[in-house]
């Protein structure tokens, strides 16, 4: 019985030290504050967005979200679609001016 009561003691005092010693090592547990509403860190540029900047963003992770890959794909398809539309928006912006219409 004696020897029972030893190795709890013995137990709780490892688990004791263990404890502290990852809370030191990781921290107390303190959360950031939370962003204000409407706010996100996610960011983009206001106007003239590039598939460069729809590649750079990223969102945050959360235990129930989206399957990052597919997230990834949409995006990756979205910058090419985007630089696509500019290109020939350009394009079209230089014929006019070599041709105006009358």
Same mark, same amino acid.
């Given at each position: @019985?004696?020897?029972?009561?030893?190795?709890?003691?013995? @137990?709780?005092?490892?688990?004791?030290?263990?404890?502290?010693?990852?809370?030191?090592?990781?921290?107390?547990?303190?959360?950031?504050?939370?962003?204000?509403?409407?706010?996100?860190?996610?960011?983009?540029?206001?106007?003239?967005?590039?598939?460069?900047?729809?590649?750079?963003?990223?969102?945050?992770?959360?235990?129930?979200?989206?399957?990052?890959?597919?997230?990834?794909?949409?995006?990756?398809?979205?910058?090419?679609?985007?630089?696509?539309?500019?290109?020939?928006?350009?394009?079209?912006?230089?014929?006019?001016?070599?041709?105006?219409?009358?």
């Amino acid at each position: @019985m004696t020897t029972a009561l030893i190795y709890l003691v013995v @137990m709780l005092l490892v688990a004791a030290v263990v404890f502290l010693l990852a809370a030191v090592v990781f921290g107390r547990g303190e959360e950031l504050a939370p962003l204000a509403p409407g706010s996100s860190p996610t960011r983009l540029p206001a106007e003239d967005i590039t598939g460069d900047d729809i590649d750079q963003v990223r969102f945050q992770l959360v235990l129930r979200g989206y399957k990052m890959t597919e997230v990834d794909w949409v995006i990756r398809r979205l910058g090419v679609e985007i630089d696509g539309l500019r290109a020939r928006v350009a394009e079209l912006e230089a014929q006019q001016k070599v041709s105006p219409l009358e």
